[in-house]
């Protein structure tokens, strides 16, 4: 350690271990050292088939219209080993040019279905897979059709996911043009590691040279910029990931995401990581060592003034954190997804797009939306679901879970467990809100999974001490 900070960082992520055990042994947090992050409840994994008619059925837009727009373009140039998303790679031209012609017929029967002449955007991401895997003709293309069925407002956030890969060299410059004259105005780029060597172990689709050039071209043409890492990658160590996160911090971009690594998948896909474990468990790091990898960075960014302003998310200015994140998971808005995979979130349902292909071409060939699994929330649910997502990645706020849910949260059944929470020091409280603690939000999925109901606990009751925190025992059968 050369820094006093970093002396400091590492002596406060020494201490989060100590938590660590206390949490464990009161039965939160699973014996394994696993992890599962709660982004949906219940997860997309867990739902069960849904017709297109019980999907809409009874469904009015929201009053004023807005929507928040996901699309998914489910290609990439080659297969990440950390990567459990579903995405295809190394396509050519033709089946990409396919997949946005079905993507252009899937927004126009969404836009009948739901009876409005064109979407109007809360605010946008389009993510994938790679939505930049596109040559910048067809980039192009889809832009055009995009923006001709959606209504985009000059203040509205324009996110695009995307790969360093694809923002360097002449069609990378290309690809940025377009994406800024087209309206997108915020980048988060999968930087993932800012070591060679690491990015070669992930079968990254580029090197640390690119991933700096492709920050450097972004921030130069005006966009919003947010850079992701993995930490508890095989091959780190406490002081070479804190030499990535300082240089992240030099690259000044607007947000620093931090993911740390999942071996084990939660959804449907298997990333090649698993095997990694299976053959050479000793390479991937100890729960102990993510979780100080995980607390040093948070100090090291809190000392150049980043801060965690949206779970996981570090911004100097609170404004520049996703919107369509921020709408997703603290304002519980509508959300329409669009393309194979996409989740949609629907006043009180939650549908999932297809996950094949072929079941998706022959769908909208059909002229049939691509929804097959799909939940229409009961009010235990909702209740649940109005908790979860809010208390993880902001602020609980009373007004808001009565709107939501129709119940004032003091008189629901969950009033008894926000109060348990505050006794462990898990979560403050005002007239207001709740909102977890610095303690609280280091173990933030292991905190709302308290929420869950007995059958989307993440891990068996077998990998959970007993105790007054244990998720089997919060929700009996
Ligand atoms: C949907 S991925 C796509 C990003 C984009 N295609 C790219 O690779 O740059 C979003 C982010 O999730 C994170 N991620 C993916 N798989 C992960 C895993 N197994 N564990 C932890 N983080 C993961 C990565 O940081 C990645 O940038
Ligand atoms: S991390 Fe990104 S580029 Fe890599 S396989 Fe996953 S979606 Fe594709």
């Known amino acids: 350690m050369t820094n006093r900070y970093r002396q400091d960082a590492a002596a406060a992520a020494r201490s989060r271990l100590q938590d660590m055990a206390r949490l464990r042994g009161l039965g939160m947090l699973p014996k394994d050292g696993d992890f599962f992050p709660s982004v949906h409840y219940p997860s997309i994994t867990m739902y069960p088939p849904i017709s297109e008619e019980a999907m809409f059925g009874g469904y009015e837009m929201p009053a004023d219209g807005l929507v928040d727009i996901y699309v998914h373009i489910p290609f990439c140039r080659r297969r990440c080993v950390f990567c459990h998303y579903p995405s295809h790679y190394g396509a050519g031209d033709e089946e990409k040019d396919g997949y946005l012609t079905a993507l252009e017929k899937e927004m126009d029967l ?153 071996v084990i998948p939660y959804g449907d896909q298997r990333g090649a990581i698993e095997r990694v474990r299976q053959l050479r468990p000793q390479d991937i790091p100890p729960v102990e060592e993510a979780l100080t990898m995980k607390q040093a960075a948070i100090e090291v960014l809190r000392a150049h003034g980043y801060l965690e302003n949206l779970r ?88 808001h879970f009565q709107k939501v849910t129709g119940v004032a949260l003091e008189a629901s059944p969950f009033a008894a467990r926000l109060q348990l929470l505050k006794e462990h020091g898990l979560v403050d409280e005002t007239a207001l809100e709740f909102r977890l603690t610095p303690l609280g939000a280091f173990f933030a999925d292991e905190v709302v999974e308290l929420f869950h109901a007995r059958p989307y606990i993440p891990f068996a009751a077998t990998n959970y001490e007993p105790g007054p925190l244990n998720p089997y025992e919060l929700n009996p059968a």
């Open 312 to 399: 996981r998310v570090f911004t100097r200015d609170r404004a520049n954190i996703s919107k369509y994140a921020f709408n997703q998971c603290c304002m519980l808005f509508d959300q329409v997804g669009l393309g194979q995979t996409a989740f949609s979130s629907y006043r009180n349902r939650f549908a999932l797009n297809t996950q094949s292909f072929d079941e998706y071409y022959a769908r909208i060939a059909a002229g049939r939306l691509p929804v097959n699994r799909g939940l229409v929330r009961s009010l235990d649910d909702q209740m649940r679901w109005a908790i979860i997502l809010p208390l993880k990645n902001y602020s609980l706020r009373r007004r």
């Open 110 to 262: 969404l836009i009948a279905r739901l009876g409005v002449r064109r979407l109007q955007a809360r605010s946008i991401l389009i993510g994938g897979g790679t939505p930049t895997d596109l040559s910048p003709l067809q980039l192009e293309r889809f832009l055009k059709a995009f923006v001709a069925r959606v209504e985009i407002s000059p203040k509205v956030q324009f996110n695009y996911d995307v790969d360093p890969g694809t923002l360097v060299g002449p069609e990378g410059e290309h690809r940025l043009r377009l994406l800024r004259d087209y309206g997108v105005n915020r980048l988060t780029i999968g930087v993932q590691s800012l070591r060679d060597d690491l990015l070669r172990a992930m079968n990254r689709d580029h090197d640390a040279a690119t991933a700096r050039l492709s920050v450097a071209n972004s921030l130069a043409l005006g966009f919003k910029v947010n850079i992701e890492f993995i930490f508890g990658y095989p091959g780190q160590t406490l002081e070479n990931w804190l030499d990535v996160v300082e240089e992240a911090i030099a690259l000044n971009p607007d947000e620093i995401q931090l993911y740390r690594l999942k």
